[in-house]
Each structure stands twice: as structure tokens, then as C-alpha cells.
């Protein structure tokens, strides 16, 4: 069985251990875990998205690494003559302010709609991955209600595991608390490979034996 190991030379992960990476099976928020399998109790039929595999797996893919710390998002507003100039900065905790900063913003990169300031984070973990492996750094899947959206990437872990600047956007008007404990990033492993593709044409009965085959 392939093995992940995280790597850090921050040391307050030493003295809150309850925050080291943790698979995402282990991250899962509230609202996912509180809702039903059935849109109504008493028809099974009338299932939700929780009863949906595909998104149940994406859920519990990698493992994901959280805020070691509270960060506080604040609005600034300075004006200059006729020059009214509004910014964003973030506020942690002593000791961990290495671990989220601003940044200029990626010109030529498009913004993800809704979302707008250009901030990154500099990961208290790294992962590294046996020979052959990489990573795909994505924003927590289906995360949607996070205040934040976390650009992707893949890294190969095998030849690195060192952290690097993590850019992320921050929601339009947000202002305020990011709590300590808060998924950022989720990382999943997988083996590099070359593949090859062919199309195939089928009819609907062979998509539906095929279906009730599996």
C-alpha cells in the first residue's frame, strides 16, 4: 500500500496535533453529515444528493489540511485627494503570520465569479509520496460555502515536499472570521501513468445492461 507522509518544520503543529492532516473522510462538514439520504423520511425513493456515490466519494478523496489558526479578514478604506482606495488585509494569531498573506494580483488569471481580493497560504504541511506518485492540490470539493476559493494545482511529491505560496480568492465582501480548524486545501494523491483513449459507440440497451451489470 502506497504511503503519504507530511512533512513541517512549523512548531506549532507540535503543540496542536489535533490539526495535522487528517483524511477528508475525518473533515466532513455539518450540513453534509446532518442531511438525510431522502429528500422526504418516509419515501425512500426521494433520495438526496447524500445518496449520491460519485459525491460521496469526492467528499472522502486525499486527506485536507486546515487553518492552524483563527484569521481575521478586515476592510480597510484609505483615500489619497480624490483617490479612494479600499484594501483587505488578514490578522492572525502571534506566531502564525507566515501562514496567510496578500499578494498582487495574477493579471491575465480569471477571478472565479463572486470572488475578488488575491491572498495565499503558505501550508504548514507538505506531503511526500513514493516514486511515481504526485498530488492534486484542489479547494476542498463541493466546499462552496467556504469564503475562500483555492486555486489548483499538482505537485510532484515524490521529488518535492517542501511548501510553497498557495494562492486563494477571497468572496466579494467578506469581511470577517475564518475560524481555526477550517479545511483550505484538499490533497489527493494519485500514480503518474501514461493512457491512451479509443471512443465507442453504444446503443442504449448496452448502456442500460452495463449499468445493471455493475
Known amino acids: 500500500m502506497p504511503k503519504i507522509i507530511f512533512h513541517s518544520n512549523r512548531t506549532y503543529n ?77 490578522v492572525t494569531e502571534q506566531g502564525y503570520e507566515d501562514f496567510c498573506g496578500a499578494r498582487p494580483d495574477m493579471v491575465g488569471f480569471p477571478k472565479p465569479p463572486g470572488f475578488d481580493k488575491h491572498f495565499h497560504w503558505y501550508p504548514n504541511w507538505m506531503p511526500g509520496l513514493e516514486e511515481g506518485y504526485s498530488a492534486l492540490y484542489v479547494h476542498p470539493l463541493n466546499r462552496f460555502d467556504l469564503p475562500f476559493f483555492t486555486i489548483s494545482g499538482i505537485i510532484d511529491n515524490d521529488k518535492m515536499d517542501t511548501p510553497g505560496l498557495m494562492p486563494f480568492f477571497l468572496k466579494e465582501d467578506f469581511e470577517g472570521l475564518i475560524p481555526k480548524g477550517t479545511p483550505y486545501v484538499q490533497i489527493i494523491p494519485f500514480k503518474r501513468e501514461e493512457w491512451d483513449s479509443e471512443q465507442k459507440m453504444c446503443s442504449h440497451k448496452e448502456i442500460l445492461e452495463r449499468h445493471e451489470y455493475q
Open 14 to 90: 507540535i503543540q496542536d496535533s489535533d490539526l495535522s492532516p487528517k483524511p477528508s473522510k475525518k473533515s466532513l462538514p455539518d450540513w453534509f453529515t446532518s442531511a438525510s439520504r431522502n429528500w422526504f423520511p418516509e419515501d425512500s425513493s426521494s433520495q438526496s444528493f447524500k445518496a449520491c456515490p460519485a459525491l460521496i466519494d469526492a467528499f472522502l478523496a486525499g486527506y485536507v489540511l486546515r487553518t492552524p489558526c483563527d484569521i481575521m479578514m478586515v476592510k480597510e478604506k484609505r483615500s489619497n485627494d480624490s483617490l479612494h482606495i479600499e484594501t483587505f488585509r488578514q
